[in-house]
């Protein structure tokens, strides 16, 4: 499997999570959210990756899960 997996972390716990599956597609990914933000907090309040405290980890998914 190609791609790559940002975990947004605060805490040591996973906060959100983008999954691009393809380098070729970069502005293409899927966004997974790990909190309880009301809908209003999500469209008017900050954003979790410019939020302060939160560390970025970068994983390869070739390297989980084997593969080119």
Do not use: A, C, W
């Amino acid at each position: 499997m190609k791609g790559r997996e940002i975990q947004f972390l605060k805490h040591n716990k996973i906060v959100k999570s983008e999954v691009y599956l393809s380098e070729s597609q970069p502005n293409f990914h899927y966004s997974y959210y790990f909190t309880k933000r009301s809908l209003i907090e999500r469209l008017f309040g900050k954003s979790i990756d410019k939020q302060k405290g939160i560390e970025k980890v970068e994983i390869s998914l070739s390297e989980t899960f084997g593969g080119t």
